[in-house]
Structures are given as C-alpha cells and as structure tokens.
C-alpha cells in the first residue's frame, strides 16, 4: 500500500447519498424498527442492532418483521424530512454549474418517490439506485457506474456519504469522499477514508466553494 499526495481535484460532478445525508429516512426506520420490535416482546431488537446494519438497505427490513416494513413506510409518508443544509447546498451546486448526481442502495421507484415529494429530484442530472446494479454499498458499484455514465474522471467528484458503508462504497471506487455521519459517528476508518467529515451539509458549502477557487489537495491510501 501507499499513499497518493497533493493530488489536485477540479471539480465537475459532486455525488449524493440518500437515505441519512439528504433524507431522514434512517432516523425514522430506527424509531419503526425500535416500536415495532417492542410491540412484539423483541427486546433483542435494540437501537444497537439496528446501527449494526444502517446503509445496508433491505437487510433489517428482511430480517425483521412485515409489520415493521409496512408501519415504516407508512410513517414515513407523514414524517420524511430533508436534512439540515440539503436545499441550500444543492442551490449552491445547481448555481456554479457543477453537474449533481444520486448514488443509493434505495429502489428507484421509492428514490424518485421520496426526491419528487421533497422537491429534489430536478437538482439532479443522474440517478443511480440499488435496484440497477449488481452489488449494493458497501460495494463500489453505484459510484462506478454514476461516474462511467457521467463521464468524468474520478478526482474530479466528490461524494457526500453519510455511513461507514457508504464511504467504503466511494473509497473504493476511489472518489473523494466527505462524510455527514447522522446516526453513527465517524470511526479512525472513515477519518482516514475521507477527505473532511462534517456535522452537516451546510458546511459543504464552504468546502464547495474553497474546491472551485483553489481546487484540493487530498492523500489517498491505495
């Protein structure tokens, strides 16, 4: 292994996640999963577990209870909300020029859903979702096929993640990654993946904005 130094990056496409970065989907399913489980005397089912397997999508759902998917999707018609700093940082992007993508395990059908509801989805040049590629996050898959498809070279995105899943998912398709942690903080793993970690993607916005005049300087494990 070694490092990549001083690499500078012109920016032309920032990637976004989905579910915990620009939607509270996450937040909500733990309260689901969290209620559900002790409607039904689960007390195994813990706020614990269910961090075990945040931005793996699917996999609780599956190994938990039909009532659980159902009372979730339900709530979330009542409760889904944009994350603090999303419209802002996203008019910020949509303003410079920079094109704007979406990687996310998410089906399409609820993606567009969700991203119609909240007035999101015309931010967005691409969409890319867990139901179109072979291998969901952490697989680098969905990052691979927004660059391919977008045509541009991977030092010059930058991906927004919110999960240890999904900043593995963009290291290892080797873009630069920022992470937004919502409902686990960053470990010595992802501080060595990503190029920042932020509390919120208002502060996206400097960083955006320090790219465009000076470009970056980043170290890359490889």
Request: charged content about 25%.
């Amino acid at each position: 292994d070694g490092i990549l130094r001083g690499k500078n990056m012109s920016l032309e496409l920032v990637i976004f996640d989905v579910d915990g970065l620009l939607l509270n989907t996450e937040r909500v399913w733990q309260d689901v999963w969290c209620d559900v489980a002790e409607s039904y005397g689960i007390s195994e089912w813990t706020q614990e577990s269910f961090l075990h397997v945040v931005g793996r999508t699917g996999i609780a759902v599956r190994e938990f209870l039909d009532t659980a998917r159902q009372t979730g999707l339900k709530r979330l018609e009542s409760q889904l909300e944009v994350k603090t700093g999303v419209y802002e940082i996203l008019d910020y992007i949509k303003m410079t020029g920079i094109r704007c993508a979406v990687a996310t395990s998410t089906s399409r059908v609820l993606t567009e859903e969700r991203l119609r509801k909240l007035h999101l989805i015309q931010y967005f040049d691409y969409i890319c979702c867990g139901d179109e590629v072979k291998h969901t996050k952490p697989s680098p898959d969905v990052y691979l096929n927004v660059i391919d498809t977008m045509n541009v070279y991977k030092d010059n995105a930058l991906v927004f993640e919110d999960s240890a899943v999904g900043v593995q998912a963009a290291w290892s398709a080797g873009i630069p990654v920022v992470m937004v942690p919502d409902l686990v903080q960053a470990t010595e793993i992802q501080q060595r993946q990503t190029v920042k970690i932020i509390s919120s993607l208002h502060e996206g916005i400097p960083l955006l904005d320090e790219i465009q005049k000076d470009g970056m300087k980043y170290e890359r494990c490889i």
